[in-house]
């Protein structure tokens, strides 16, 4: 078994800022990581510390990776200083991701809210390479103002292509907004789907992804064709701090992707 303290070495390539919170950070690691997409890494910086974050690159990409990190604290603020030529360390791959071969031949609905892009910019990629096993892909993002969309040029790119229906919505909008202005839901209704058999995929801020997944359920998803990215409080990433309990699973080695009908009873899931 590899051994999940090892940190590889990867020399940062360029930060890119995405929001006036938000960067993405490229960097090539010394040897390639092999992930699924809906995995994570541990990101360490030299004598701060590390934390944990979902690639927010293609899967098929092995020498480059992306983390796309929105400023929350002590290491967070670090990472946004990093630029090309630093070294970091990056720990993993670790937990579950999406079971993809398991969406074949259904239709995909992928709901995404601010921060929760960088996980979803990954899922899409591997789907968009893989479309042609599914039926159908829908894409509903939303997230507070325009200049918070992560990606917004990508997106506009994605919304073009044939095999992919695509909306947005921001909260607040400006002059220049011309999409959908609401909260995430509200552009959830008339998409022209089976239901019934299709996949649901949640991925944002707990409180969007509370009220999203309630959505969901009312348009006819089954509770296991649910998934949801579960990241709260992940630390050591390996199932031994405790700090992600969420009942009777470990969001870093039992997830972070579960199905809705795997922690629905658990208490404070959305805290």
Same mark, same amino acid.
């Not at 998409?191 to 509370?210: F, H, Q, R």
């Given at each position: 078994m590899?051994?999940?303290?090892?940190?590889?070495?990867? !020399?940062?390539?360029?930060? =890119?800022?995405?929001?006036?919170?938000?960067?993405?950070?490229?960097?090539? /690691? =010394?040897? /390639?990581?092999?992930?699924?997409?809906?995995?994570?890494?541990?990101?360490?910086?030299?004598?701060?510390?590390?934390?944990?974050?979902?690639?927010?690159? /293609?899967?098929?990409? =092995?020498?480059?990776?992306?983390?796309?990190?929105?400023?929350?604290?002590?290491?967070?603020?670090k990472?946004?200083?990093?630029?090309?030529?630093?070294?970091?360390?990056?720990?993993?791959p670790?937990?579950?991701?999406? /079971?993809?071969?398991?969406?074949?031949? @259904?239709e995909?609905?992928?709901?995404?809210?601010?921060? *929760?892009?960088?996980?979803l910019?990954?899922l899409?990629?591997?789907?968009?390479? @893989?479309?042609?096993?599914?039926?159908?892909?829908?894409?509903?993002?939303?997230?507070?103002?325009?200049?918070?969309?992560?990606? @917004?040029?990508?997106?506009?790119?994605?919304?073009?292509?044939?095999?992919?229906?695509?909306?947005?919505?921001?909260?607040?909008?400006? !002059?220049?907004?011309?999409?959908?202005?609401?909260?995430?839901?509200?552009?959830?209704?008339?998409?022209?789907?089976?239901?019934?058999?299709?996949?649901?995929?949640?991925?944002?801020?707990?409180?969007?992804?509370?009220?999203?997944?309630?959505?969901?359920?009312d348009?006819?998803?089954? !509770?296991?064709?649910?998934?949801?990215s579960?990241?709260?409080?992940?630390?050591? *990433?390996?199932?031994?701090?405790?700090?992600?309990?969420?009942?009777?699973?470990?969001?870093?080695?039992?997830?972070?992707?579960?199905t809705?009908?795997?922690?629905?009873?658990?208490?404070?899931?959305?805290?």
């Amino acid at each position: 078994m590899k051994n999940p303290y090892r940190s590889i070495e990867a !020399e940062v390539l360029e930060v =890119k800022p995405e929001t006036p919170t938000i960067k993405t950070i490229k960097f090539k /690691p =010394k040897e /390639p990581i092999y992930f699924e997409t809906g995995q994570f890494v541990e990101v360490s910086i030299p004598g701060v510390g590390e934390a944990p974050f979902t690639p927010s690159s /293609p899967p098929a990409v =092995k020498d480059i990776m992306e983390v796309t990190v929105m400023k929350v604290g002590k290491i967070t603020e670090k990472i946004h200083q990093l630029k090309g030529g630093d070294i970091i360390g990056v720990r993993g791959p670790l937990g579950k991701g999406y /079971p993809i071969d398991e969406f074949k031949g @259904r239709e995909i609905l992928v709901v995404g809210g601010g921060c *929760g892009f960088a996980p979803l910019r990954s899922l899409m990629y591997e789907l968009f390479d @893989r479309s042609s096993e599914f039926k159908k892909l829908f894409f509903r993002g939303g997230c507070k103002t325009p200049k918070e969309l992560v990606y @917004r040029n990508e997106i506009e790119e994605w919304a073009r292509r044939d095999d992919l229906d695509s909306k947005l919505t921001v909260d607040a909008a400006d !002059e220049e907004w011309k999409a959908n202005v609401g909260v995430v839901t509200t552009i959830l209704d008339g998409i022209d789907m089976n239901y019934s058999d299709g996949v649901a995929i949640c991925c944002g801020p707990p409180i969007m992804m509370k009220f999203a997944t309630r959505k969901i359920l009312d348009l006819g998803f089954k !509770e296991e064709n649910i998934y949801l990215s579960m990241e709260k409080n992940m630390s050591c *990433g390996i199932g031994k701090c405790g700090h992600c309990r969420i009942g009777t699973y470990y969001a870093c080695k039992d997830g972070p992707v579960f199905t809705y009908d795997k922690i629905k009873n658990f208490p404070n899931i959305w805290d």
